[in-house]
């Protein structure tokens, strides 16, 4: 029977795990001891999450505003991109649904309709949450919206070492044990290779039935004590450094995420509370590091707070995240570039999957297979959908833009650009992270055009679908306008304390 739980490594990733094992469990099946090391730090750069974190929280019992103050957070309605397609261009990728299905056929069907007669404005006119975010609005959305009105979807931006903290406490007070120390050596059972205890280097050895890996890049269970191998995507995803830096806040805050291409890479603009998280992610292959950190230093919105951090990195996934009693998440799992705020998603998914098909009554094999097929479903689809953004671009003003036009794709990929191309049609799977409107953000934003819409939507009279539509972005701009400004509504509900 397992009956013990050891999470290695602290952090986003291990508190999550922990949080989320104390609350499954409640101390009646099994017990959970998180080990981690003051002395080794985390990467605590993923301050910009997506909408599924709510789920989440909701799992656990957390009170949203009481985390928000706790953690400096913002909220975050949308990602906007600028300079991707090419130099001056913009975009936005807005959290939740754009428009109203009709007769069972997507919406932007008929703005395609709409748009070919030259009515219709843009796509996300008719997305609550792109025209809130661009007005710099912000309130939690009300349940019962107008009809046809679509909801609202939002996230948060958050100091990740903050959230950590947060998760301790809620572990803590739950009956997780922190033991601080350093893994000297991990011990294998001869019989079987399967992970039986840690040694400390101070002598302290902690057994376990079950292990979570949390020790980030290095994998100390998971790559270095199991050898679960490792697959590169950086042939399709060739960025492998960035450089965060915090620095001071400016008003307003921006109820959004913000992703500028670099000339060999990226830049990202986090608001928090009390400074913005800044980054550049970019490839080595293509720009040194001291001038990576001058693009940096240079695009601040602010005076900086700390000299720039550096972080190395390969794109790509362990090739079994679950082997034997021991399952990686977070970085040791594998590492998808933070492009569309999917890391701490990663660990959340992964530690629910976990919880699913938890092994209480000993080792599953059938239960690891499983937990790798789906880890490996969800990973490449992210993948995909991020890879998109580099590859569906006009930029050749520089060696990296041009290797990311032209470079091979995934098949998996190239058949959804090749659908949408067709008909306007997004190939999905079910349970997939990014849904149609997602999707349909980037396609249009980069620049890819469909041939022709699904003649269905020709069905309606085009004067009783043009009314639709103008209703439906009339209400749309109405309610938005109408919402408070995100800094005027943290201010009435959730402003962090002082200190």
């Known amino acids: 029977m397992y009956r013990k739980f050891v999470v290695v490594g602290g952090g986003t990733a291990g508190w999550i795990a922990a949080a989320t094992l104390a609350h499954a469990l409640k101390g009646r099946v099994g017990e959970v001891e998180l080990v981690e090391s003051d002395e080794i730090d985390t990467v605590g750069v ?5 909408p599924p974190i709510q789920f989440l929280n909701s799992i ?22 600028r300079d991707w397609r090419r130099i001056g261009d913009e975009y936005l ?5 754009t428009g109203q299905s009709m007769e069972g056929l997507s919406f932007h069907h008929y703005w395609m309709r709409l748009r070919a007669n030259g009515e219709g404005g843009a796509l996300d006119d008719y997305s609550m949450a792109a025209v809130t975010a661009r007005m710099g609005k912000f309130a939690v959305p009300p349940k019962d919206l107008p009809p046809g009105v679509p909801g609202l ?5 958050f100091d990740a070492g903050l959230y950590a903290k947060y998760l301790r406490s809620y572990s803590e007070a739950r009956g997780v044990k922190r033991t601080e120390g350093k893994i000297a ?4 059972r001869p019989e079987d290779g399967f992970v039986a205890a840690l040694k400390l280097t101070d002598g302290r050895r902690i057994e376990g039935d079950f292990f979570v890996d949390c020790s980030g890049f290095r994998g100390l269970l998971i790559e270095q004590a199991l050898n679960a191998g490792f697959e590169d995507w950086s042939h399709w995803l060739p960025c492998d450094r960035a450089l965060a830096v915090p620095c001071e806040s400016v008003s307003p805050m921006t109820p959004f995420t913000r992703a500028t291409a670099r ?24 720009m040194g590091d001291d001038e990576a950190a001058d693009i940096l230093l240079a695009n601040l919105d602010g005076k900086p707070q700390a000299d720039p951090r550096p972080l190395r990195f390969t794109a790509g996934r362990r090739k079994k995240t679950w082997s034997k009693n021991v399952v990686a998440l977070g970085l040791a799992g594998g590492f998808m570039e933070p492009l569309e705020s999917t890391s701490i998603h990663l660990v959340q998914t992964g ?14 094999p059938a239960a690891e297979a499983e937990y790798n097929r789906l880890t490996q479903i969800e990973y490449e689809q992210i993948r995909d959908f991020i890879i998109l953004h580099y590859h569906a671009t006009e930029r050749d003003d520089s060696e990296f833009w041009k290797y990311c036009r032209h470079m091979p794709i995934p ?20 349970d997939q992270l990014f849904a149609e409107p997602s999707w349909l953000a980037v396609f249009f934003g980069q620049g890819i055009e469909p041939r022709d819409y699904d003649h269905l939507a020709d069905v309606p009279a085009y004067p009783d679908l043009a009314a639709r539509v103008r209703q439906i972005g009339a209400q749309i701009h109405g309610l938005a306008s109408r919402l408070p400004t995100h800094d005027a509504f943290i201010a009435s509900t959730c402003r962090a304390e002082e200190g």
């Open 46 to 50: 993923g301050e910009a999450t997506i």
């Open 60 to 81: 656990l019992g957390i009170d949203e505003f009481d985390f928000i103050k706790k953690t400096q957070a913002t909220f975050k309605l949308a990602i906007q991109f």
């Open 93 to 97: 990728h807005p959290f939740g649904p």
């Open 153 to 157: 979807g939002y996230a948060y931006h």
């Open 185 to 188: 050596e991990v011990e294998l």
């Open 263 to 286: 000339k060999a890479g990226w830049q990202w603009r986090i608001p928090l509370q009390h400074r913005i998280g800044n980054g550049h992610v970019y490839s080595s292959s293509h």
């Open 351 to 364: 530690a629910l999957r976990l919880l699913s098909l938890l092994p209480l009554g000993g080792y599953d």
């Open 411 to 430: 098949d998996s990929l190239a058949h959804k650009i090749e659908l949408f191309r067709a008909r306007a049609k997004v190939a999905r799977y079910d």
